[in-house]
């Protein structure tokens, strides 16, 4: 337990330190300095700032993938809109909650697209969207085939991505979210959509 303490305190320090001076800035001394602990306990854990960072990412997108797993498991017996917008409202949620420490790191950290954490997260988010789509195959006009989920998670990690570096300042995070799900819908569920009423309009 105290080891957990020290971990996730020297790991909320590393954020802290990436976030207010940047990766160059950032050492294992001032991290150690701003979490209170000494750098012996910090070599403990992690023996470099490589490490450091690399266990930041991996602590920022297990959060990521399990909260989004969480509010999905928590909609299920609800209608597939509801359960649409609860993912998508989600996603964007954790991602602008991030937001500076996501630009950061895929900017100034050279090593993010090594790391084992972001090459698995491509595969994390394909195997929820097609769990997803299995859960709710008898409302869905698209089947649970790989490809149907891979293409759909990889279009919306860009369009995330997008709007997480760079969000339109005309379109408002409520009117993107409506004009996502209103191009999902059409595809997911096109003999339901037609002229009704968009059920997140109710």
């Excluded at 090459?119 to 195997?127: F, G």
Aim: overall charge negative.
């Amino acid at each position: 337990m105290r080891s957990q303490i020290t971990v996730t305190a020297i790991l909320d320090a590393t954020v802290r330190v990436l976030l207010g001076r940047g990766y160059e800035a950032c050492t294992t001394n001032l991290v150690a300095e701003i979490a209170g602990v000494g750098i012996g306990s910090l070599y403990e854990y992690f023996p470099n700032k490589e490490a450091l960072v690399a266990a930041v990412v991996e602590r920022e997108v297990d959060l990521f993938v399990v909260t989004l797993e969480r509010d999905m498991l928590a909609t299920f017996g609800r209608p597939f809109p509801d359960a649409l917008r609860t993912a998508l409202g989600t996603a964007l949620d954790q991602l602008e909650a991030r937001r500076d420490l996501v630009r950061l790191l895929i900017v100034e950290y050279p090593y993010i697209g090594q790391l084992s954490a972001i090459a698995r997260l491509p595969r994390r988010i394909v195997e929820l969207a097609a769990f997803c789509l299995r859960s709710w195959g008898d409302e869905l006009s698209l089947g649970a085939h790989p490809a149907n989920a891979y293409v759909l998670a990889n279009m919306l990690a860009g369009i995330y991505l997008s709007q997480t570096f760079t969000p339109m300042a005309l379109v408002s995070r409520a009117a993107m979210l409506d004009a996502l799900m209103e191009i999902l819908l059409r595809v997911l569920q096109p003999h339901a959509t037609g002229e009704q009423s968009k059920p997140w309009d109710r």
